[in-house]
């Protein structure tokens, strides 16, 4: 019989934790309105167009007709559609144009100064993309 108690009493206890420590999660939901989708598509896709050439070499930040962070902001959208509609195909070619800005260098400086400014900055963007990706729904469980 003691045992049987002890059991019982355990268990309570193991069920009590598990409420205690899931009581304050929360889950965190994007949702992503036509009008920003769209506006996501035309900067992300003003920049594929600059980016996909396949070189390294770096380019000038006039040709930009947006500024970085309004690019990456529409990369992290356009990045977290495609991730929820599992088309892998697009959301690497997303990826490929977030990490792809550091190449967007000002073009007063020398070609050393920018090539290793860009190469600081793709470090920098590879990182940044990471956390957003292990941070955000993307890390989520699919339901």
């Not at 009581?23 to 992503?32: L, P, Q, S, T």
């Not at 967007?104 to 990471?130: I, K, P, T």
Request: hydrophobic fraction near 40%; charge should be positive; charged fraction near 30%.
């Amino acid at each position: 019989m003691n045992i049987w108690l002890g059991v019982i009493a355990l268990t309570i206890l193991l069920y009590g934790t598990k409420w205690w420590h899931g009581r304050g999660r929360k889950v965190k939901v994007y949702r992503i309105s036509p009008e920003s989708l769209k506006r996501a598509k035309t900067v992300v896709l003003s920049v594929l167009l600059l980016v996909e050439d396949g070189e390294s070499y770096p380019l000038d930040e006039s040709r930009l007709a947006y500024t970085k962070e309004d690019i990456k902001s529409a990369a992290k959208i356009m990045a977290y559609y495609f991730w929820k509609k599992r088309r892998a195909e697009e959301l690497a070619r997303v990826k490929h144009c977030f990490v792809a800005l550091s190449r967007f260098q000002d073009a007063s400086l020398d070609l050393e100064s920018q090539e290793r400014r860009a190469a600081r900055e793709h470090v920098r963007l590879e990182r940044e993309l990471n956390f957003y990706m292990t941070h955000s729904p993307f890390s989520a469980r699919r339901v």
